[in-house]
């Protein structure tokens, strides 16, 4: 307020400016009074925030106690909370990023078995690499690992690190994963605000803010900091997560007769739990056409390498081109390469969504003479048995995968 008045008197500004212009007394009283609204607004919402803020800190303090040990009467045997090594916690929590706790435990077995430290994935070689992780999508984050395992193998000397900034300096390891591998491993009071941490949280405190916004994150993120205990970071964070996954929730209702915070969650007390949290939809996805091809004969089928950048680099695929081809210009293209196919058959159709863009396909099964001989174009010709074990193919493709593994066999 005293700052509006010395903006008239300075004689300079925006503020005298309006003063001039508005000429009546009642104009300068009417924008005076708006102002001084303005500000009584301005200072009314600054104190709200306040309470708010206070009041978010008092409901999470009250969760810390009945959330650890609500975890640790309820928790789920799962393998990756049977011991606190930095780097099995690191690659089940990248893995429970790509796909269901059920499907992540047998990817979790295989790959610990196939490369059961860090050192192992820094040195493995990539197409073996990306066959262990074949079927789980998002195929950088892997790639991401093993530059992180180099990292600390070039860096840290092969030594998993154990604060929380040299964790979170790694490759492709964002804030929840450095903070579910600081508070899991070693016990360092940092939030690991997962999905499931948005909504628990998003219910506790009744807000109604968009959880797919980057601030709303942050701010959970700095709340539930401020509030975990040091002597048990591990069990609340987890007991977080847990919480979201088994009570709290995402598809139907949430379960709060069984919540150990039903008697605080703010959501629970309005009868809004169903409503939030408020997520707004992401863009639209693209759709792109596209028509797959199993080239084979007797021996092999054909398979191409991707671009070693974009969408699925590196990995390889069944050979497809944009559109959807009919019958006859299947068999155009089919001899636009080389191959005269001796017989066709058409395959069902099949989708896959990716993040922004979304496959529909359909396909053709072309039996040819001497595949390899005859093909003009720059493939690989898959012998039985190297689909299965030797070349990574993803999950986009897998309709017309799983018919190409049995390369022939039974036909
Ligand atoms: N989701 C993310 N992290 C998890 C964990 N450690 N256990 C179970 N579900 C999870």
Same mark, same amino acid.
């Given at each position: ?27 300068? *009283? ?35 106690? &009945? ?5 640790? *009467? ?12 930095? %780097? ?27 490369? &059961? ?46 604060? %929380? ?141 991707? &671009? ?10 069944? &050979? ?12 155009? %293209? ?29 396909? %053709? ?47």
């Amino acid at each position: 307020m005293n700052g509006h008045g010395g903006g008239v008197s300075s004689g300079s500004g925006d503020v005298e400016e309006k003063h001039v212009s508005t000429g009546s007394k009642a104009a300068e *009283e009417k924008h005076v009074s708006s102002e001084s609204k303005a500000v009584e607004e301005k200072y009314m919402s600054t104190e709200s925030k306040a309470a708010e803020e206070g009041r978010d800190h008092d409901v999470l303090l009250a969760a810390v106690w &009945p959330v650890t040990e609500w975890y640790r *009467e309820n928790k789920r045997d799962l393998p990756w909370r049977k011991q606190t090594d930095a %780097y099995h916690i690191w690659v089940s929590e990248i893995m429970l990023q790509q796909t269901r706790v059920e499907a992540v435990k047998s990817y979790y077995a295989r790959f610990l078995e196939a490369l &059961p430290n860090v050192k192992a994935l820094a040195e493995v070689d990539e197409d073996r690499l990306l066959k262990l992780w074949e079927g789980l999508g998002y195929y950088n984050r892997v790639r991401n690992m093993q530059k992180a395992a180099r990292q600390v193998m070039d860096v840290h000397h092969g030594e998993f690190p154990r604060t %929380y900034e040299e964790i979170r300096a790694l490759a492709g390891i964002g804030n929840y994963t450095a903070g579910a591998v600081a508070s899991f491993a070693f016990g360092i009071p940092k939030p690991a605000v997962d999905g499931n941490v948005l909504r628990v949280v998003s219910r506790l405190l009744c807000s109604d803010e968009d959880i797919m916004k980057a601030g709303v994150r942050q701010r959970f993120e700095r709340e539930i900091e401020a509030v975990i205990p040091s002597e048990a970071a591990s069990d609340f964070n987890q007991g977080l997560i847990e919480l979201g996954a088994l009570v709290c929730v995402p598809n139907g209702a949430p379960k709060c007769g069984e919540c150990p915070l039903g008697g605080t969650c703010l959501a629970r007390e309005k009868g809004c739990q169903e409503k939030l949290p408020v997520k707004k939809k992401a863009k639209e996805r693209r759709i792109e056409k596209r028509t797959v091809f199993i080239f084979r004969d007797g021996h092999a089928v054909a398979i191409k390498k991707r &671009p070693e950048k974009g969408l699925l680099a590196g990995l390889y695929e069944l &050979p497809n081109i944009s559109g959807h081809l009919d019958g006859e210009e299947a068999i155009a %293209y089919s001899k636009s390469i080389g191959l005269t196919p001796v017989r066709v058959k058409v395959l069902g159709a099949a989708k896959h969504v990716f993040s922004h863009v979304e496959w529909h396909m359909i396909g %053709y099964e072309m039996l040819v003479d001497e595949l390899e001989k005859n093909c003009s174009d720059r493939m690989i010709f898959a012998e039985d048995g190297e689909l299965e074990g030797k070349y990574p193919i993803p999950t986009a493709f897998s309709a017309y995968a799983d018919l190409a593994k049995g390369n022939g066999r039974g036909r």
